[in-house]
Every structure is written in structure tokens, then in C-alpha cells.
């Protein structure tokens, strides 16, 4: 069993920064991939990264790449979303998720732990 508990969320101006984190407690983390998926108001979950359990592979979605970058440290079993260059339509509820494999995966329903979202705002 893996516990995700996602914080960093926030408001900011377009352009700006922000830097999620999910800290994750239980009986694995170092061997799961881990990802971020995103929901907006009235909108479907989007996929906007994933990190293999030793950070070699990394996806992004489209609307994020090269704007955004997973990270994670399994020494203090912690991953990282750094959000850069933030637009209004990256507002959403953030959650970090979890799978029980070890390469990262797109598939959102590879993952089967889930954090309870931050919120991330982007105001014009």
C-alpha cells in the first residue's frame, strides 16, 4: 500500500512558476512509477507526467511538454512536477498517482494509488 499526499498548489500569474510535490509513505515507493494527471472544472482527467521508479523514462502530454518536469527522489520518497511558464488552461486539480510497476506508463489506469489533488490556479 502506497499513501500520496500531494501539496505545492497555489495561484500565479501566467508565465509564472510553481512546483508540485507528493509525498508518499507505506510499503513501496522507490519501485513504482509515479505520474501527475490534472483535472479541470467540467473538463475529463488529462495524463501530464509520468517518471519510471528510477527516474531514466519520463512522458509528458502535449499540452505540457517542455514546460514541465517530473522528477523524483526515492531517498526521501518524494516526486516533483516543476511547472513552468504557466498558462491559464494549466488550471486544474493536480494528483500525483502510483502504479505497482516499475516503467513509467501513460495509461491512467495503470496507476492505482492516488493522492487527494492540490489545487493549481493561473490567472491572466
Known amino acids: 500500500q502506497v499513501q500520496l499526499v500531494e501539496s505545492g498548489g497555489g495561484l500565479v500569474q501566467a508565465g509564472g512558476s510553481l512546483k508540485l510535490y507528493c509525498a508518499a509513505s507505506g510499503r513501496t515507493f522507490n519501485h513504482n512509477c509515479m505520474g501527475w494527471f490534472r483535472q479541470a472544472l467540467g473538463k475529463e482527467r488529462e495524463f501530464v507526467a509520468a517518471?519510471?521508479?528510477?527516474?531514466?523514462?519520463?512522458y509528458y502530454g502535449d499540452s505540457v511538454k517542455g514546460r514541465f518536469l517530473i522528477s523524483r527522489d526515492n531517498a526521501v520518497k518524494t516526486a516533483y512536477l516543476q511547472m513552468n511558464s504557466l498558462k491559464p488552461e494549466d488550471t486544474a486539480v493536480y494528483y500525483c498517482?502510483?502504479?505497482?510497476?516499475?516503467?513509467?506508463?501513460?495509461?491512467?489506469?495503470?496507476?492505482?494509488?492516488w493522492g487527494q489533488g492540490t489545487r493549481v490556479a493561473v490567472s491572466s
Open positions: 498517482a502510483a502504479t505497482t510497476a516499475w516503467e513509467a506508463t501513460m495509461d491512467p489506469n495503470e496507476f492505482v494509488y
Open positions: 517518471i519510471a521508479w528510477n527516474g531514466e523514462t519520463k
